[in-house]
T-cell receptor, first 113, second 110 residues
Framework: DTAVSQTPKYLVTQMGNDKSIKCEQN?????MYWYKQDSKKFLKIMFS???????INETVPNRFSPKSPDKAHLNLHINSLELGDSAVYFC????????????FGPGTRLTVT | SQQGEEDPQALSIQEGENATMNCSYK?????LQWYRQNSGRGLVHLIL?????REKHSGRLRVTLDTSKKSSSLLITASRAADTASYFC??????????FGTGTSLTVIP
């Protein structure tokens, strides 16, 4: 029954590694998002994506890339992990972009050592 | 820089009291949303107010929007211990921009 799910919940890895976080929504929404929440709880949108358009926050390093195999999934791939990538990453979805309420997943806590 | 600034950063009240938190933003918006985040959890949508609306209610929540002052407030009436959480405003700004505020940490003491 979970609307937006993410795996894994926790991810501990070493600098330089490549990792992926998976996200799935069963709400039939057209738009999905990835957010990064830092240690001060500041939330920043990284990407928004629907089947027509990918909007990338220009501040996001190109080591981060979203990949969507279908409308219900938006995975986040991170290459060459750095210490500063440690944060909680949230996936979300909405009926359409921005002007509609977003449903958030439980988050993935990424720790880079 | 971020779109939303929230005030206060932290608020501690007794159960039964009202809690008010404010959000200020910088540019024109299409709508403003409020979200709640319990510790260690994802965000939960509370209420959305469009730029042509001035006030909206949902249960014990009351949201106001003043576009001339670029500010919004969230009032939680008759607070409960379960309202303890962080509250964030989020703005859908012109130019396809979306920003969360810095958040207000609310503690309701039983």
């Amino acid at each position: 029954d979970t609307a937006v799910s993410q795996t894994p919940k926790y991810l501990v890895t070493q600098m330089g590694n490549d990792k992926s976080i998976k996200c799935e929504q069963n709400l039939g929404h057209d738009t999905m998002y990835w957010y990064k929440q830092d240690s001060k709880k500041f939330l920043k949108i990284m990407f928004s994506y629907n089947n027509k358009e990918l909007i990338i926050n220009e501040t996001v390093p190109n080591r981060f890339s979203p990949k969507s195999p279908d409308k219900a999934h938006l995975n986040l791939h991170i290459n060459s992990l750095e210490l500063g990538d440690s944060a909680v990453y949230f996936c979300a979805s909405s009926q359409r972009t921005y002007s509609y309420e977003q449903y958030f997943g439980p988050g993935t806590r990424l720790t880079v050592t | 820089s971020q779109q939303g600034e929230e005030d206060p950063q932290a608020l501690s009240i007794q159960e039964g009291e009202n809690a008010t938190m404010n959000c200020s933003y910088k540019t024109s918006i299409n709508n403003l949303q409020w979200y709640r985040q319990n510790s260690g959890r994802g965000l939960v949508h509370l209420i959305l107010i469009r730029s042509n609306e001035r006030e909206k209610h949902s249960g014990r929540l009351r949201v106001t929007l003043d576009t001339s002052k670029k500010s919004s407030s969230l009032l939680i009436t008759a607070s409960r211990a379960a309202d303890t959480a962080s509250y964030f405003c989020a703005t859908d700004a012109s130019g396809n921009q979306f920003y969360f505020g810095t958040g207000t940490s609310l503690t309701v003491i039983p």
